[in-house]
């Protein structure tokens, strides 16, 4: 019998322990380990069976239990401290209180928008990299006291979990969340009933949501939830499923995310006294819609004069940043343009639907492809993402590169290097992915653990051989124990018996060379490459003397069949007796799983075709953990390997043929490993440690610590983005700037057709000139209806190839020095020649102003 209603009964704490309460809703419990150790103690084998998750822990004791931890000293003396440790954490000053006091121009809120995001396992709201991502954002935020606000949906199925058919397919379920038994509360209005916010849509049912708001630490995260009776029925499933159901239900779950966003944070400052954001991050293009909402507040809402769309458009830009995470234009999503014209119509020149009172027209061409190549029948999120943000970046240098040739649509003229899309290369949150030992090895011989100081890596030097390899062996045990039992659980499911199974307490053997492999699985990331010879690969499994051993995860889409199938090739090939205590598919990776795995793995794999890899992060995890990476040179390898900390697999650029190229890298996997990876693993000395190794592994984390870890990017991203974000948006609040700013672009797009570089003259320099001459231009420019101070007129000049393309290019502002009849004018400047070589120049106008972020932000140049 199915229940016809389902909840949560709630547990009643005795008073001495309210504490554990707060301990089990806020959750830096998933990253603070004297935190666990605490729930542990409640019951350890309760802890285990409800997989470390503390509410359903708190609910599940039997309260004879509770009355005996209430008269317990000892336990409510570490329970006291540990709360404490927590009070101090939520109300202490961190690295941007202290760092802030010296800034002007620090933001007092920033809002980050994120379709998923993954903060712990008992919190399914993520898919892979892009949430893991958004929840070590949001977990470094809290630790360095960032002020930020999350802002995501409520999945009730989350994405799904993973099983396989006895013929090795991938199936999927959907769990229901009960978000009463979840680390989760309810927004509430003074009067005890739950906030919500609406978003209109066409037609008479408006789409409502309640706001439920998770504790990560210090950072609030926002959820909003469309399973409420206020909807019409059809509306109730908008949040089912995360990544799920049609092209209409996808752009709801956007419109909700990105509008109903924007009205829940407003509602949370209205509530609780938080500051309204300054500064709106939209991490991927499934948010952008919340510049929309913005530009209707300005518009329509705001008390006062109300604001032209177009002075609006450049408040809203001004305070917001965009980061693009895909380098696979499929990743990106797309609507039909007739789709959007229906949620955002309305007639005559106010628009409606979704943003009422905002022209139809205007919203329809922020997410046009109206440039070459593009396809005017889509609207494209992540086109609009930059147009309504003045700030975006891509998540490591070559993503940020690959990125700049993706859209370069949108600033044509321009080279790829004057793109104005940055790079910020990503990071991971070091306490949720480093196993405690880890921190105990370096603490044990007096390293400060809780430091992000380069130096602090150091100390790895001081740490003995012995010790490294005791405890890599450790977690390899460890990971063997928990794949066995993922194993056996699986084989179950598939409908093996009990008698067939005995091989699984051999599967795996902790003093194997182990090799991970785990990530999504679309086929640019290659799960199978490693089966293009299954026989090699067979004989590294299987080698007497230096074995590997392989342990593979990832989820594929639940519509990607082409993905389900590379699933099934593995696990039919490590079904085969002879491999398969060498090689394990394990199925439904998640956060619970990852964590034994990075530790565990003394190789971590990665062998995308390149450059499709944006960043790649769970890489960087397994070099926390003293894992070595052998990789593709794409996303933060490329920007990283320098050698020693690792291999790079060579990448067959430049050939065509699919299958030819994945074969010779294939080939160069197999003989990385087989020629200088299980040699140096195995290579013991007189203590049994491979001494070669474990140098590698020491300068791993000394060259990549201080670099992988999440807070350095959020440093980064408040260093690069979020202060100067924040202050030009404070510059726009006098409308009237705004309004000038507005005006101003406008007429310089209007006069740009008469913008050009009429003649350039040079002298000084001689016929062989040498380091040290120095070039004098003079550049005669008809600027239209223009003045000047409009344009910054340059000489642009580097080395120069065969077809007299520039390179290395460097940009120098020529002076104005006359003006004459018709808009035109002359503009001075020279130029040492610092470097031998062939050297080219030439001369572009762009146009200038203050409140511009980056020369090319209007996509206007002029060139001779």
Not at 49 to 78: I, Q, T
Not at 114 to 121: Q, V
Not at 236 to 254: A, I, K, M, N, P
Not at 493 to 499: C, L, P, Q, T, V
């Amino acid at each position: 019998m199915r229940a016809i209603r389902r909840f949560t009964v709630q547990p009643v704490l005795p008073e001495a322990l309210h504490p554990l309460g707060e301990l089990s809703t806020n959750l830096r419990w998933a990253w603070h380990p004297a935190t666990q150790d605490l729930f542990r103690a409640v019951d350890a084998e309760l802890w285990e069976s409800v997989h470390h998750d503390p509410v359903r822990l708190l609910g599940a004791v039997p309260p004879a239990r509770l009355d005996e931890l209430a008269a317990d000293d000892s336990f409510l003396g570490e329970m006291r401290a540990v709360h404490a440790d927590l009070t101090t954490y939520l109300t202490g000053d961190r690295w941007f209180q202290k760092t802030a006091a010296t800034q002007g121009t620090w933001p007092t809120s920033i809002a980050y928008f994120s379709p998923e995001f993954g903060i712990t396992a008992v919190l399914p709201q993520y898919s892979g990299g892009l949430g893991i991502l958004a929840g070590d954002h949001l977990k470094t935020a809290s630790d360095l006291g960032v002020p930020i606000v999350g802002v995501g949906l409520l999945y009730r199925h989350g994405y799904f979990r993973q099983h396989l058919s006895r013929e090795g397919w991938q199936e999927e379920t959907y769990p229901v969340l009960d978000p009463n038994g979840l680390p989760i509360s309810l927004l509430r209005e003074a009067d005890g009933e739950p906030a919500s916010v609406t978003v209109p849509l066409p037609g008479d049912d408006p789409l409502h949501a309640r706001v439920w708001v998770a504790r990560v630490g210090r950072v609030p995260l926002l959820m909003l939830d469309a399973d409420t009776e206020a909807n019409a029925e059809h509306l109730r499933t908008v949040t089912d499923r995360l990544y799920g159901g049609t092209s209409e239900h996808r752009l709801l779950q956007e419109l909700l995310l990105g509008i109903g966003g924007v009205k829940a944070l407003r509602a949370h400052s209205r509530l609780t006294g938080a500051p309204a954001p300054e500064v709106f991050h939209t991490n991927e293009g499934h948010a952008g819609f919340l510049g929309l909402e913005r530009i209707r507040e300005l518009t329509v809402d705001e008390a006062g004069p109300r604001l032209d769309f177009d002075t609006a458009l450049e408040v809203s830009r001004a305070g917001t940043v965009f980061t693009t995470h895909t380098p696979v234009p499929a990743g990106i999503d797309r609507f039909p343009m007739d789709l959007i014209a229906q949620y955002f119509g309305g007639s005559g020149d106010n628009g409606g639907g979704a943003v009422p009172g905002v022209p139809s027209d205007r919203v329809l061409a922020l997410g046009a492809e109206d440039y070459e190549g593009g396809d005017p029948g889509v609207f494209n999120m992540a086109v609009m993402g930059f147009r309504l943000a003045q700030r975006a970046n891509g998540v490591s240098q070559l993503h940020g590169h690959v990125s700049r040739g993706m859209f370069n649509g949108l600033w044509p003229g321009f080279d790829e290097t004057d793109v104005p899309i940055g790079s910020i290369t990503n990071g991971v949150h070091a306490p949720t992915w480093v196993a405690r030992e880890v921190f105990e090895l370096g603490s044990a011989v007096g390293g400060e653990v809780s430091t992000d100081s380069p130096g602090a890596w150091d100390v790895v030097d001081r740490v003995a051989s012995t010790d490294i390899w005791r405890v890599k062996r450790l977690l390899r045990e460890r990971l063997v124990e928990d794949a066995r039992r993922r194993l056996r659980a699986s084989w179950e499911h598939r409908g093996a018996a009990e008698a067939e199974l005995g091989w699984v307490d051999e599967a795996l053997d902790p003093d194997v060379l182990t090799i991970g492999f785990a990530r999504r699985v679309p086929s640019y990331k290659r799960l199978t490459l490693m089966l293009r010879e299954p026989e090699r690969l067979k004989r590294l499994l299987l080698d007497p003397d230096r074995p590997i051993q392989l342990v593979i995860a990832g989820k594929s889409h639940p519509a990607d069949d082409g993905g389900k199938k590379l699933i099934q090739e593995i696990v039919m090939f490590a079904d085969d007796p002879e491999v398969r205590h060498r090689i394990v598919f394990l199925p439904n990776y998640d956060i619970a799983m990852a964590q034994p795995l990075y530790p565990g793995c003394d190789v971590w794999l990665n062998n995308p075709l390149r450059p499709y890899e944006a960043c790649g992060t769970s890489g960087m995890k397994a070099a926390l953990n003293g894992g070595l990476n052998l990789s593709i040179l794409d996303g933060w390898w490329d920007e990283w390997y320098d050698g020693r900390n690792g291999w790079s697999i060579p990448s067959a650029d430049g050939i065509d043929d699919p299958d030819r190229r994945d074969d010779l890298e294939a080939g160069a996997l197999y003989t990385l490993i087989e020629e200088e990876i299980a040699p140096r693993f195995y290579d013991l000395d007189d203590d049994g440690v491979p001494s070669r190794w474990i140098e590698m592994v020491r300068h791993t984390l000394k060259s990549l610590g201080p670099k992988v870890l999440s807070s350095r990017m959020v440093r980064d991203y408040v260093e690069q983005l979020y202060a100067p974000t924040v202050g030009t948006a404070r510059d726009l609040t006098d409308h009237a700037r705004a309004a000038a700013f507005a005006e101003w672009k406008q007429r310089v797009r209007s006069a740009w057709p008469g913008v050009r570089v009429e003649h350039v003259e040079s002298h000084d320099v001689a016929d062989s000139p040498e380091v040290g001459s120095r070039l004098s231009v003079h550049a005669f420019v008809s600027l239209g209806g223009l003045a000047p101070e409009d344009v910054d007129v340059q000489l642009v000049h580097g080395t120069i190839s065969a077809d007299d393309t520039l390179a290395d290019t460097v940009g120098e502002s020529l002076q104005p020095v006359a003006s004459y009849d018709g808009g035109r004018h002359r503009f001075d400047g020279a130029v040492t020649l610092e470097r031998p070589g062939p050297f080219g120049y030439t001369v572009r106008i762009l146009p200038r102003h203050d409140l511009l972020a980056s020369p090319a932000e209007l996509g206007l140049v002029a060139l001779p």
